[in-house]
């Protein structure tokens, strides 16, 4: 078994804590409880050979929305394996915001994976995607759309980067 550090990035309120706690305790609620901080989760992604050929404990960083780019010069994020950078549907300014976050990450620590995921699926309507920037829309990196009211792909948001962690060797 190995263990890696993901770290969940994103503005506040976009649903760093809903998707963690609906992946961990399979549990949603509608009270909103900021982060102060950072909350640390598990969670055993097991062995699906041939991406994955034994179990990865993701040690889970769900981090205050507070710290913008000021992150990557923060202890939280030192010796990160991966990301997920999560904005949400309902609000346009939190999806602009993700495209710098890639990028900050990407600087602080070239070589990782991250995801981008895009929440609150369950509120909003199919029309509304061609809203997306454009460096969402052209993204090279995995963009999911996730609810963590629903679960819908929460599950594959975290595997599938603990799958591309797993293939880097970090």
């Not at 550090?5 to 976009?14: D, P, R, T």
């Not at 994955?52 to 040690?59: E, H």
């Not at 939190?94 to 070239?110: N, R």
């Amino acid at each position: 078994m190995i263990a890696r550090k993901m770290l969940i990035l994103g503005e506040i309120g976009v649903g760093k804590t809903s998707l963690v706690r609906r992946l961990v305790l399979d549990e949603m609620t509608a009270e909103y409880i900021p982060t102060m901080g950072v909350d640390i989760y598990r969670y055993a992604v097991a062995a699906a050979p041939p991406q994955r050929p034994q179990q990865i404990d993701l040690v889970i960083w769900d981090i205050d929305g507070n710290y913008g780019q000021s992150i990557f010069r923060h202890v939280y994020s030192q010796g990160a394996s991966g990301a997920l950078i999560v904005g949400d549907l309902s609000r346009r300014p939190t999806l602009d915001l993700m495209v710098g976050l890639a990028h900050g990450f990407q600087d602080a620590m070239p070589g990782r994976h991250f995801t981008f995921v895009l929440n609150k699926t369950d509120l909003i309507s199919g029309s509304e995607t061609a809203e997306l920037p454009d460096g969402l829309r052209t993204a090279r990196q995995s963009v999911l759309w996730t609810s963590a009211k629903s679960g819908e792909n929460v599950r594959q948001a975290f595997e599938s980067t603990a799958d591309a962690i797993v293939r880097r060797e970090l």
